[in-house]
């Protein structure tokens, strides 16, 4: 369904920078999700726009965001299942609430499942898709599940095939203390209490092996650099 008013950039990515964007849809099921990607060969799928900068002024290309029907999320026994626009703080809570250890590299991180396993997002060397076995997907052709170790995954990069959107993944958990989860949780987040406030794409730049990208930006000068909003 079309969003009537589109989007502003500030509403919806946490750079709070850039123009409008136009023509945004939101997809509330499968079925819904894959006419639209028929409909628009080229497009752009939005999460939580956690790391995403939109060009200045109006923005035409069709851009498409999962509605609350992909915002889901179960489980039985240490297999977890959620729906890719579920918010990462969420599935934590969830987990810590739960009893599921395995995500707690998540804390701290914000934007959406589906965002998450594009960018194999996670701190350290651990990213997301190692605690996924299953990953269901949908492009034009249909939906499809997919074994996450045949993509190729690496460093905050999820490989996905191009087109697809993900639309649920399963995740491999284990039983754990829920207070235990909430103490790992925290530590991560203490970890982080360094890191500048603000509106920002926080960890947009990949470290290079061996270094972090914000001590190469902060030794060239360019810590607090802006171009327009951004
Ligand atoms: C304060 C702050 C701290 C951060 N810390 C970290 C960190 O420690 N580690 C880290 O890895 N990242 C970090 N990030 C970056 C960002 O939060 C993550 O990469 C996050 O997982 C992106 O999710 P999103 O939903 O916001 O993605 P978006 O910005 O909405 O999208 C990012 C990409 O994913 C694609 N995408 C979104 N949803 C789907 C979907 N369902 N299917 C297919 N593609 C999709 C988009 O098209 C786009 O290419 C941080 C960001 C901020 C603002």
Redesign the pocket.
């Known amino acids: 369904m079309k969003l009537a008013a589109g989007l502003n950039a500030r509403d919806c990515?946490?750079m709070r920078a850039g123009g409008r964007l136009t023509s945004v849809y939101a997809a509330e099921t499968t079925a819904e999700l894959n006419e639209l990607l028929q409909r628009f060969i080229s497009c752009?799928?939005?999460?939580?726009?956690?790391?995403?900068i939109i060009a200045d002024g109006e923005v035409a290309t069709p851009v498409i965001c999962?509605g609350q029907g992909f915002a889901t999320v179960s489980h039985a026994g240490e297999i977890l299942k959620a729906g890719?626009?579920i918010s990462?703080p969420r599935l934590l809570r969830y987990c810590a609430e739960h009893g599921l250890s395995g995500l707690e590299g998540l804390a701290?991180?914000?934007?959406?499942l589906?965002?998450?396993?594009?960018?194999?997002?996670?701190?350290g060397g651990w990213?997301i898709l190692e605690a996924i076995t299953e990953l269901e997907l949908v492009d034009q052709s249909g939906r499809r599940t997919i074994d996450p170790a045949d993509l190729g995954y690496s460093y905050?990069d999820g490989q996905?095939p191009h087109g697809?959107?993900?639309?649920a993944a399963v995740f491999r958990l284990k039983q754990a203390e829920p207070a235990q989860i909430e103490a790992a949780i925290r530590a991560n987040l203490n970890k982080r209490s360094g890191?500048p406030k603000g509106f920002?794409?926080?960890?947009?730049f990949k470290n290079p092996e061996g270094d972090s990208a914000g001590r190469l930006i902060d030794s060239c000068g360019f810590k607090g650099a802006r171009v327009g909003g951004a």
């Open positions: 990515t946490s752009r799928i939005l999460g939580g726009g956690s790391n995403t999962l890719a626009a990462t701290g991180i914000p934007g959406q589906g965002g998450a396993i594009c960018m194999n997002a996670g701190t990213g905050r996905l697809a959107v993900v639309t890191q920002s794409s926080g960890c947009i």
